[in-house]
């Protein structure tokens, strides 16, 4: 399952049929319910070669932690293995392992710094985690913070103290606290799942009969917003964790593709009417919507810039699907790609710098990033399957997207570059991932002292 990074600007289009947003969206939606059914089972986590990386690693060494007296019977995987699968996953460190300290070691490698730890059986089966952070030359300690936690919460810690880590080397947030929600086929029925985002403690959101799709996440993270065709029709529902579902503008016939402002938490989505398709900005509170552009040609997927000022589409206005920007009252519209007749489902770099989206080679669909103006065209995916639904992480370094290059559509995360290329589901079919926004405190959640 090797992928060699290959960056490049395309040289060539294959054949593309013309077809409507619309039509391609109805002709997407029967092929969903006419594929075979896969049982789902847990997530496992598989990693993928590292391909070549135009990215700038911190090596950083990795001690296992010391155990004190008393059976520890793991329920997954250690601290060390935690906190390594973080840190070759945020693209920002060479892991430098080794079993003990080791200045020889780190000082061959370049590792200034190392994370090790201790942890303690605590009464009530709750484990006692310390956690350090060190300067491998001198064993100055830069960062310690103590956690008692469950076994369950024990992966939640290591990605709190792992983002205060990101946060103390890079002076930056990390996302290994943030999770993903994605669409996983469940008893033969696609439906809503959240999960960390490394594909661990996978949660079922919907639970219903029939499909449903395209999630995204609530501005505050308490909730997710996704399509159901439980009446027939596409519909736009929100529910918020551990609340009831509730439907989302039903003066509307058919509602989907929706996208969350990141500041206002308004709603901007595709609604079809007489054969026409629009976008549409509402309100979920009040239920309150009205529509966002009049263009005479279809559009879907939006996507909101990062200080939504401004939107991308999809749009058939130049008779095949390319993608659009305007700004956020719907003026100065402007079309941003011009290479290849089939580009779509745009993500915009929390950055503000960068999209991404998917676009159709001879056949295939691979997802490429270029700047805003349409330029600097980077291929990340080729040759390996369908590649579909990018999504960046919340610091802009990270995209998740879901791919069948290993047979079924699962989920994987890559680097901006394309490098580093890892899958993090590992049953069933998955596809349609989306990443939630930071939460409010990224560094700190319940359980830490």
Not at 5 to 31: H, T
Not at 147 to 172: K, N
Not at 377 to 392: D, F, K, M, R, Y
Request: aromatic share 10%; with cysteine; charged share 20%.
């Amino acid at each position: 399952m090797t992928e060699r990074k290959q960056v490049m600007v395309r040289q060539k289009v294959g054949k593309i049929f013309r077809i409507s947003s619309l039509a391609l969206s109805i002709v997407f939606w029967l092929l969903l319910l006419l594929l075979p059914s896969v049982s789902s089972a847990a997530i496992d986590t598989i990693a993928v070669d590292v391909g070549i990386s135009v990215f700038k690693t911190m090596p950083i060494g990795v001690v296992p932690f010391s155990e004190a007296k008393g059976n520890i019977e793991w329920v997954e995987e250690k601290p060390h293995q935690i906190v390594t699968r973080d840190a070759e996953l945020s693209g920002r460190f060479e892991v430098i392992s080794s079993d003990k300290f080791n200045l020889a070691l780190f000082s061959k490698k370049r590792a200034k710094h190392y994370i090790t730890g201790r942890v303690a059986p605590q009464p009530g089966g709750k484990l006692k985690l310390e956690c350090f952070l060190y300067v491998a030359q001198t064993k100055d300690l830069l960062l310690g913070e103590t956690y008692t936690v469950s076994q369950q919460d024990l992966r939640r810690a290591m990605h709190q103290f792992f983002d205060e880590v990101i946060m103390r080397l890079w002076a930056e947030p990390g996302v290994a606290s943030t999770k993903l929600a994605y669409v996983s086929k469940i008893d033969g029925i696609k439906q809503v799942v959240v999960s960390d985002y490394d594909g661990f403690h996978r949660t079922q959101v919907t639970r219903d009969t029939v499909i449903s799709m395209m999630p995204v996440w609530m501005k505050d993270n308490k909730g997710l917003i996704y399509v159901n065709f439980k009446t027939h029709r596409p519909k736009l529902y929100s529910k918020m964790f551990g609340g009831s579902e509730k439907m989302l503008f039903p003066q509307l016939d058919q509602t989907y593709s929706p996208a969350v402002n990141p500041k206002t938490g308004e709603l901007l989505f595709s609604s079809t009417v007489d054969g026409k398709t629009d976008l549409f900005i509402g309100n979920p509170a009040n239920g309150k919507a009205r529509k966002f552009a009049y263009l005479k040609s279809n559009q879907t997927s939006p996507a909101w810039s990062p200080y939504a000022s401004e939107v991308l589409f999809t749009s058939d206005r130049g008779g095949g699907p390319q993608i659009f920007v305007m700004g956020s009252d719907g003026s100065d519209l402007r079309r941003v790609t011009f290479m290849g007749r089939y580009n779509e489902r745009a993500s915009w770099s929390p950055k503000g710098d960068r999209i991404a989206y998917t676009s159709m080679d001879e056949g295939k669909m691979n997802i490429y990033t270029c700047a805003l103006d349409g330029s600097d065209i980077v291929q990340l995916t080729s040759n390996a399957g369908n590649n579909e639904h990018p999504t960046w992480s919340p610091d802009g370094n990270l995209i998740a997207f879901s791919s069948n290059r290993s047979g079924s559509y699962q989920i994987y995360i890559m680097r901006m570059d394309g490098s580093n290329v890892t899958r993090i589901t590992n049953s069933g079919e998955n596809t349609a991932p989306t990443w939630s926004f930071y939460y409010e405190n990224p560094n700190k959640q319940e359980g830490a002292k």
